[in-house]
């Protein structure tokens, strides 16, 4: 059994970035693995002010006190940690930015506490096309950061879930949700 974290970037609960999440908890659960999810908009998370704290005397913890000391242990409890957001603007929601930019606390001597840890992402977008969208930035964005913490991508989902199309009604979004479901479970 796997831990997996499931950072909601949507600022909707109900939205398709929530309705793919829920396909994905779905089947994870069946298979046995624990489940959490962080809807991030619920949360007043302040932006990372860049002072670098947390790189001294302070692993693990952020000099500002808010939520995010709180959040850091079940990041780091986690096998595998799925980015879900709507596209913004051509890119990630400023949501899971925010919590993605306070992940600087968690750097130690030598690297960062999240190297080779799994990750997977989930995209949805309003434009009819990928090229379009933004979703672009938003991958290329995610697998740099992977990179450096050395980790392993598992797999990205994203498609098109716009006004005149939920994703409930995309058979490859639906279909590419399941798979990576069935390769999350392998872990």
């Given at each position: 059994m796997s831990r997996i974290l499931i950072l909601n970037g949507s600022p909707r609960k109900k939205g398709n970035t929530?309705?793919?999440?829920?396909?994905?908890?779905?089947i994870l659960i069946q298979n046995e693995h624990e489940i959490e999810i962080l809807h991030?908009?619920?949360y007043d998370i302040k932006p990372c002010q860049g002072c670098f704290w947390c790189y001294k005397d302070f692993p693990l913890r952020c000099v500002q006190n808010d939520v995010m000391n709180g959040l850091y242990p079940s990041v780091l409890d986690s096998d595998v940690i799925v980015f879900a957001s709507p596209i913004y603007w051509f890119n990630y929601?400023?949501?899971?930015?925010?919590?993605?930019d306070r992940l600087v606390a968690l750097h130690v001597k030598g690297g960062h506490s999240l190297n080779g840890h799994k990750f997977a992402c989930i995209f949805v977008y309003g434009d009819s096309s990928?090229?379009?969208s933004g979703v672009y930035t938003a991958i290329d964005s995610i697998n740099h950061m992977i990179r450096y913490f050395r980790g392993e991508n598992l797999g990205v989902v994203h498609g098109t879930g716009g006004d005149d199309l939920t994703v409930s009604d995309n058979p490859e979004i639906m279909k590419d949700i399941k798979d990576l479901a069935?390769?999350?479970?392998?872990?």
């Open positions: 929530f309705f793919l999440i829920q396909e994905l908890s779905k991030l908009n619920d929601s400023a949501q899971l930015k925010l919590f993605i990928a090229e379009g069935e390769k999350i479970s392998k872990i």
